[in-house]
């Protein structure tokens, strides 16, 4: 039933998927480079926004994402705070064997950023796995470190991301995401992001949500409104 009712669901209908077989929607905030076992050649852009509804500030990213081997990809991203470019960032991911399943898939993201005006670096190593519970139900979870900086006052921060998605109808996708990141200290970091997804057809996708976060420095809860729109050749 599960394979059968898949190719209704998103399959043929979804360019935010984390996985194609099985299709599972792709989180918002902390999203893949391309689908896990993508083929060579797919190509996909997007941005990503973040409006702060406490003070108005506007985080956006856009990216370019490529799949150069079949299940492995590369991603360039230009995070920029309101109008200044903040960051340069460069993504990679493979996807790892696995049993034979139309449930299951997983693999592996490596991240590096450099601040734009610093010589500063970061990195983030990420386990990834998706798990499809039944035809409309689906899960998608990493869970990794980060070197804050390498060299200096770098610290390690163990970060997971979870996500839970329920595949109302081939245009439609509901789902939650929590981020947490737990520091050197012990302190616990949050945000989490009720979302949706609106499938307008197998290229364009765009994904919102509105949620409370506390991923800042200043360890305040600050409401934050979201939005990714989605491109895919």
């Known amino acids: ?21 099985p299709a599972i929607p792709e989180p918002m905030l902390f999203d893949l480079v391309r689908p896990l076992a993508s083929p060579k ?3 996909e852009v997007n941005n990503l926004a973040e409006h702060s ?9 856009p990216e370019l994402e490529y799949a150069f081997a079949d ?11 309101n109008s200044s470019l903040s960051t340069y960032k460069l993504a990679l991911q493979g996807t790892l064997d696995s049993p034979a399943s139309d449930r299951m898939i997983h693999g592996w993201q490596v991240i590096t950023k450099r601040k734009a005006h610093e010589n500063v670096y970061s990195a983030d190593a990420l386990y990834l796995h998706g798990y499809r519970m039944a035809p409309r139900w689906s899960t998608f979870n990493m869970l990794g470190i980060r070197r804050t900086e390498f060299g200096g006052d770098g610290r390690n921060v163990i970060l997971s991301n979870n ?7 081939s245009q439609l996708v509901l789902g939650v995401e929590v981020n947490n990141e737990l520091d050197h200290h012990m302190k616990w ?3 989490v992001m009720p979302q949706f997804h609106y499938n307008f057809d197998k290229n364009r996708t765009l994904q919102f949500g509105v949620g409370p976060s506390r991923l800042s ?13 989605i491109y895919a050749f």
């Not at 898949?6 to 194609?20: G, W």
């Not at 299940?71 to 705070?81: C, D, K, M, N, R």
């Open 217 to 229: 420095d200043e360890m305040r809860t600050e409401w934050i409104a979201s939005w990714r729109l």
């Open 1 to 21: 039933m599960i394979t059968g009712l898949l190719p209704l669901l998103c399959q043929a209908n979804d360019a935010a998927l984390s996985s194609e077989q």
């Open 71 to 81: 299940g492995y990809a590369v991603e360039i991203e230009l995070p920029f705070e």
């Open 53 to 61: 509804l406490r003070n108005g500030d506007i985080n956006w990213a």
């Open 163 to 169: 996500s839970l998605f329920y595949n109302y109808s």
């Open 189 to 191: 970091r949050y945000r």
């Open 41 to 43: 050649g797919e190509l």
